[in-house]
Protein backbone atom coordinates (compact mmCIF):
# COMPACT_ATOMS: atom_id res chain seq x y z
CA UNK A 1 0.00 0.00 0.00
CA UNK A 2 1.58 3.51 -0.80
CA UNK A 3 1.05 6.94 1.10
CA UNK A 4 -1.59 8.08 -1.05
CA UNK A 5 -3.47 4.48 -0.36
CA UNK A 6 -3.45 4.40 3.11
CA UNK A 7 -4.52 7.90 3.30
CA UNK A 8 -7.67 7.52 1.33
CA UNK A 9 -8.28 4.61 3.55
CA UNK A 10 -8.15 6.61 6.52
CA UNK A 11 -10.81 9.11 4.48
CA UNK A 12 -12.96 6.06 3.23
CA UNK A 13 -13.17 4.94 7.14
CA UNK A 14 -13.70 8.63 8.69
CA UNK A 15 -16.51 9.10 5.82
CA UNK A 16 -18.13 5.62 6.98
CA UNK A 17 -18.09 6.26 10.67
CA UNK A 18 -19.79 9.72 9.67
CA UNK A 19 -17.64 11.95 11.88
CA UNK A 20 -15.99 15.58 10.92
CA UNK A 21 -12.59 15.64 10.21
CA UNK A 22 -12.42 18.59 12.76
CA UNK A 23 -13.74 15.97 15.14
CA UNK A 24 -11.50 13.61 14.22
CA UNK A 25 -8.63 15.71 14.08
CA UNK A 26 -9.27 16.80 17.57
CA UNK A 27 -9.90 13.87 19.12
CA UNK A 28 -6.37 12.73 16.95
CA UNK A 29 -4.27 15.90 18.58
CA UNK A 30 -3.90 17.23 15.36
CA UNK A 31 -4.74 19.92 12.85
CA UNK A 32 -7.22 19.44 10.92
CA UNK A 33 -4.73 20.80 7.96
CA UNK A 34 -2.39 18.31 8.85
CA UNK A 35 -5.35 15.06 8.85
CA UNK A 36 -6.33 16.35 5.37
CA UNK A 37 -2.75 16.31 4.45
CA UNK A 38 -2.84 12.66 5.23
CA UNK A 39 -6.33 12.53 3.66
CA UNK A 40 -5.29 13.15 0.77
CA UNK A 41 -2.04 11.74 0.59
CA UNK A 42 0.07 14.79 0.58
CA UNK A 43 2.21 14.21 3.31
CA UNK A 44 2.84 10.30 4.72
CA UNK A 45 1.67 9.87 7.96
CA UNK A 46 3.44 8.49 11.17
CA UNK A 47 2.82 4.85 12.82
CA UNK A 48 1.85 7.19 15.68
CA UNK A 49 -0.65 9.23 13.61
CA UNK A 50 -2.22 6.56 11.99
CA UNK A 51 -2.92 4.73 15.51
CA UNK A 52 -4.66 8.01 16.64
CA UNK A 53 -6.69 8.54 14.04
CA UNK A 54 -7.28 4.64 14.13
CA UNK A 55 -8.59 5.55 17.59
CA UNK A 56 -10.65 8.75 16.96
CA UNK A 57 -12.39 6.59 14.57
CA UNK A 58 -13.30 3.53 16.78
CA UNK A 59 -12.73 1.57 13.80
CA UNK A 60 -12.41 -2.29 14.34
CA UNK A 61 -9.22 -4.06 15.90
CA UNK A 62 -8.87 -6.24 12.36
CA UNK A 63 -8.72 -2.92 10.53
CA UNK A 64 -5.78 -0.91 13.28
CA UNK A 65 -3.72 -4.06 12.69
CA UNK A 66 -4.01 -3.69 8.91
CA UNK A 67 -3.89 -0.31 8.84
CA UNK A 68 -1.19 0.09 11.12
CA UNK A 69 0.97 -2.71 9.29
CA UNK A 70 0.79 -0.47 5.97
CA UNK A 71 1.85 2.56 7.88
CA UNK A 72 4.88 0.60 9.05
CA UNK A 73 5.28 -0.55 5.27
CA UNK A 74 5.84 3.52 3.98
CA UNK A 75 6.41 5.61 7.23
CA UNK A 76 9.80 7.00 7.66
CA UNK A 77 10.33 5.60 11.25
CA UNK A 78 13.46 7.97 12.42
CA UNK A 79 11.96 11.44 12.55
CA UNK A 80 15.24 14.13 13.39
CA UNK A 81 15.14 15.97 16.46
CA UNK A 82 15.42 19.09 13.76
CA UNK A 83 12.25 18.56 12.29
CA UNK A 84 10.91 18.27 15.79
CA UNK A 85 12.73 21.45 16.32
CA UNK A 86 11.52 23.35 13.67
CA UNK A 87 7.60 22.27 14.07
CA UNK A 88 8.02 23.47 17.61
CA UNK A 89 9.20 20.67 20.18
CA UNK A 90 6.09 22.03 22.73
CA UNK A 91 3.73 20.20 19.61
CA UNK A 92 5.94 17.38 19.89
CA UNK A 93 5.47 17.26 23.72
CA UNK A 94 1.79 17.38 22.83
CA UNK A 95 1.89 14.44 20.81
CA UNK A 96 3.69 12.28 23.28
CA UNK A 97 1.14 13.56 25.90
CA UNK A 98 -1.93 12.47 23.69
CA UNK A 99 -0.15 8.53 23.24
CA UNK A 100 0.63 8.71 26.86
CA UNK A 101 -3.10 9.57 27.74
CA UNK A 102 -4.37 6.28 26.12
CA UNK A 103 -1.69 4.48 27.93
CA UNK A 104 -2.17 2.11 30.82
CA UNK A 105 1.42 1.04 31.80
CA UNK A 106 4.56 3.42 30.38
CA UNK A 107 7.95 2.21 31.17
CA UNK A 108 11.08 4.23 31.04
CA UNK A 109 14.52 3.20 31.00
CA UNK A 110 17.12 6.25 30.54
CA UNK A 111 20.52 5.93 31.08
CA UNK A 112 21.15 9.98 29.65
CA UNK A 113 18.87 12.15 32.09
CA UNK A 114 15.99 12.06 34.15
CA UNK A 115 12.96 11.31 32.42
CA UNK A 116 10.92 14.00 31.32
CA UNK A 117 7.67 12.86 33.50
CA UNK A 118 10.00 13.64 36.62
CA UNK A 119 12.05 16.86 35.42
CA UNK A 120 11.67 19.78 37.43
CA UNK A 121 11.40 23.25 35.89
CA UNK A 122 15.52 23.90 36.12
CA UNK A 123 16.32 20.62 34.79
CA UNK A 124 14.06 20.78 31.32
CA UNK A 125 15.83 23.83 30.67
CA UNK A 126 18.84 22.74 31.16
CA UNK A 127 18.60 19.88 29.37
CA UNK A 128 16.92 21.91 26.12
CA UNK A 129 20.23 24.45 26.70
CA UNK A 130 22.28 23.03 23.25
CA UNK A 131 18.86 22.95 21.09
CA UNK A 132 19.00 26.22 19.54
CA UNK A 133 15.70 27.03 20.90
CA UNK A 134 14.86 30.87 21.19
CA UNK A 135 13.53 32.04 24.56
CA UNK A 136 9.93 31.93 23.59
CA UNK A 137 10.05 28.40 22.22
CA UNK A 138 12.03 26.78 25.12
CA UNK A 139 9.25 28.54 27.38
CA UNK A 140 6.41 26.59 25.74
CA UNK A 141 8.56 23.36 24.96
CA UNK A 142 8.90 23.57 29.27
CA UNK A 143 5.07 24.23 29.92
CA UNK A 144 4.71 21.52 27.45
CA UNK A 145 6.90 18.81 29.19
CA UNK A 146 5.57 20.25 32.79
CA UNK A 147 1.53 19.97 31.60
CA UNK A 148 2.54 16.21 30.23
CA UNK A 149 3.14 14.97 34.27
CA UNK A 150 -0.12 15.60 35.27
CA UNK A 151 -0.87 11.80 33.78
CA UNK A 152 1.25 11.04 36.37
CA UNK A 153 -1.49 11.62 39.38
CA UNK A 154 -3.89 9.16 37.82
CA UNK A 155 -4.37 6.50 39.95
CA UNK A 156 -5.55 4.20 36.98
CA UNK A 157 -2.50 4.63 35.32
CA UNK A 158 1.34 2.36 36.38
CA UNK A 159 4.52 4.17 35.59
CA UNK A 160 7.90 1.87 35.69
CA UNK A 161 11.12 4.23 35.76
CA UNK A 162 14.37 2.72 35.65
CA UNK A 163 17.72 5.02 35.65
CA UNK A 164 21.57 4.61 35.80
CA UNK A 165 23.09 5.33 39.09
CA UNK A 166 24.95 7.70 36.68
CA UNK A 167 21.87 9.85 35.67
CA UNK A 168 21.80 10.47 39.26
CA UNK A 169 25.16 11.48 39.09
CA UNK A 170 25.68 13.81 36.30
CA UNK A 171 25.80 17.41 37.57
CA UNK A 172 23.36 18.77 34.55
CA UNK A 173 22.21 21.87 37.28
CA UNK A 174 24.13 23.29 40.26
CA UNK A 175 23.98 21.45 43.21
CA UNK A 176 21.58 22.70 45.14
CA UNK A 177 19.04 22.13 42.12
CA UNK A 178 20.48 18.79 41.49
CA UNK A 179 19.23 18.05 44.94
CA UNK A 180 16.10 19.33 44.18
CA UNK A 181 15.71 16.92 41.61
CA UNK A 182 16.56 13.86 43.53
CA UNK A 183 14.68 14.65 46.30
CA UNK A 184 11.38 15.09 43.12
CA UNK A 185 12.61 11.42 42.35
CA UNK A 186 12.19 10.65 45.89
CA UNK A 187 8.75 12.31 46.38
CA UNK A 188 6.88 10.56 43.11
CA UNK A 189 8.66 6.96 44.04
CA UNK A 190 6.06 6.96 47.13
CA UNK A 191 3.01 7.36 44.74
CA UNK A 192 1.57 4.03 44.73
CA UNK A 193 0.96 4.07 40.83
CA UNK A 194 5.27 4.74 40.31
CA UNK A 195 7.82 2.71 40.77
CA UNK A 196 10.99 3.96 40.00
CA UNK A 197 13.80 1.63 39.70
CA UNK A 198 17.88 2.80 40.06
CA UNK A 199 20.68 0.22 38.33
CA UNK A 200 23.79 0.30 40.81
CA UNK A 201 27.04 0.82 38.77
CA UNK A 202 28.14 -2.03 40.96
CA UNK A 203 25.02 -4.28 40.14
CA UNK A 204 26.34 -7.62 37.46
CA UNK A 205 24.44 -6.49 34.26
CA UNK A 206 23.42 -9.32 31.07
CA UNK A 207 22.96 -5.89 28.72
CA UNK A 208 24.36 -2.58 27.59
CA UNK A 209 22.50 0.67 28.24
CA UNK A 210 22.45 1.66 24.42
CA UNK A 211 19.39 3.73 24.55
CA UNK A 212 17.07 5.36 26.48
CA UNK A 213 13.41 4.33 25.45
CA UNK A 214 10.18 3.70 26.48
CA UNK A 215 7.44 1.52 26.20
CA UNK A 216 3.78 2.30 25.62
CA UNK A 217 1.93 -0.66 26.71
CA UNK A 218 2.59 -2.73 24.41
CA UNK A 219 1.94 -1.82 21.36
CA UNK A 220 4.38 0.86 20.92
CA UNK A 221 7.90 1.89 21.57
CA UNK A 222 9.83 4.87 20.72
CA UNK A 223 13.61 4.89 21.19
CA UNK A 224 16.00 8.08 21.42
CA UNK A 225 18.93 7.96 19.68
CA UNK A 226 21.27 11.27 19.15
CA UNK A 227 20.31 12.68 15.49
CA UNK A 228 16.24 11.49 15.71
CA UNK A 229 13.73 9.86 17.27
CA UNK A 230 12.59 6.03 16.19
CA UNK A 231 9.07 4.29 16.63
CA UNK A 232 7.79 1.20 16.06
CA UNK A 233 5.16 -0.93 16.64
CA UNK A 234 6.80 -4.09 14.97
CA UNK A 235 5.80 -6.85 17.96
CA UNK A 236 8.65 -8.44 17.48
CA UNK A 237 10.70 -5.45 18.55
CA UNK A 238 8.42 -4.44 20.88
CA UNK A 239 9.14 -7.68 22.75
CA UNK A 240 12.97 -6.95 22.28
CA UNK A 241 12.58 -3.83 24.29
CA UNK A 242 10.57 -5.46 27.30
CA UNK A 243 13.32 -8.37 27.43
CA UNK A 244 15.22 -5.45 27.25
CA UNK A 245 14.02 -3.70 30.10
CA UNK A 246 13.03 -6.52 31.89
CA UNK A 247 16.88 -7.58 32.41
CA UNK A 248 17.52 -3.35 33.55
CA UNK A 249 14.62 -4.30 35.83
CA UNK A 250 16.50 -7.17 37.61
CA UNK A 251 19.65 -5.14 37.98
CA UNK A 252 17.91 -2.60 39.73
CA UNK A 253 16.94 -1.42 43.26
CA UNK A 254 13.47 0.12 44.25
CA UNK A 255 11.60 0.95 47.30
CA UNK A 256 13.38 2.13 50.50
CA UNK A 257 16.62 0.76 49.22
CA UNK A 258 16.14 2.74 45.99
CA UNK A 259 15.08 5.88 48.51
CA UNK A 260 18.24 5.71 50.44
CA UNK A 261 20.58 5.59 47.96
CA UNK A 262 19.19 8.72 45.79
CA UNK A 263 19.01 10.85 48.91
CA UNK A 264 22.62 9.38 49.86
CA UNK A 265 23.81 10.91 46.17
CA UNK A 266 21.48 14.07 47.26
CA UNK A 267 23.69 14.57 50.17
CA UNK A 268 26.81 14.58 48.59
CA UNK A 269 25.77 17.37 45.98
CA UNK A 270 24.12 19.38 49.46
CA UNK A 271 27.94 19.31 50.52
Not at 108 to 120: K, Y
Request: some cysteine.
Amino acid sequence: MRGTDLGKALRELRLASGKEAKAVARSAAMSPSKLSKIENGRLAPSVIDVERILTALEVPDEAKVRLAAAARAIATEATAWRIYRRAGLHKHQEDIGAIEAKTQVLRVFQHSCVPGLLQSPEYVRAVQQHSELTDDALEKMITARLRRQEILFDPARKFHFLITESVLRWEIVSPPMMAAQLDKIVAMSRMPNITVGVVPRSAPKSHLPTCSFVMFDARLVIVEIPHAEITTSEPRDVEQYASKFQEFEHASVVGNEMRCMVEEIRDEFLR
